[in-house]
């Protein structure tokens, strides 16, 4: 899969199987992330839009390995070409390492992609603690220029 690759890592407040459910669970991806319908279990295929940044398209669950390593691949409504987005929870006391990787977008629109993972990462954070998710506009109106710096010095 050819691309720019966005990478987060963070560490979050709560215990890995309570990540893992955030992640896997149609009910709880509907409060920070946006709307599933399909099987989201390992073969799986499912159509999905997300609240933050707006994406809307259809995904098959490539690896499945509660509760530490998640692997699906996406397609936009209007984009050629897939993108993998994976992500791998490890178990830090009573705290989980997230590392979230989304590969195969356009290299010249890593920063908007960089932006928009990120408030997604944010809003998992804010809904794990019990809060409400962020104003996505304004949020990522935010992050766009350092994203875009960081672009400019990998381009």
Not at 8 to 29: G, H, N
Not at 77 to 95: C, F, K, R, S, Y
Not at 122 to 138: I, P, T, Y
Request: a negative charge; hydrophobic letters at 40%; proline letters at 4%.
């Amino acid at each position: 899969m050819a691309g720019a690759v966005v990478r987060m890592e963070d560490r979050l407040d709560t215990d890995i199987d309570d990540v893992w459910s955030a992640f896997t669970d149609p009910l709880r991806l509907a409060r920070w992330l946006g709307e599933f319908e399909g099987d989201l279990r390992l073969g799986g295929e499912f159509r999905a839009r997300f609240f933050a940044s707006g994406w809307e398209g259809t995904g098959r669950v490539d690896v499945c390995e509660p509760p530490r390593h998640l692997l699906v691949t996406t397609k936009g409504l209007d984009e050629p070409e897939e993108h993998a987005i994976e992500v791998t929870l490890a178990a830090d006391g009573d705290q989980t390492i997230l590392v979230l990787e989304e590969r195969g977008m356009p290299v010249d629109h890593l920063a908007a992609y960089g932006s928009g993972i990120q408030v997604h990462v944010e809003d998992l954070a804010s809904h794990l603690a019990g809060r409400e998710h962020c104003d996505a506009a304004v949020r990522w109106d935010e992050l766009l220029p350092a994203y875009q710096d960081l672009a400019a010095k990998v381009s």
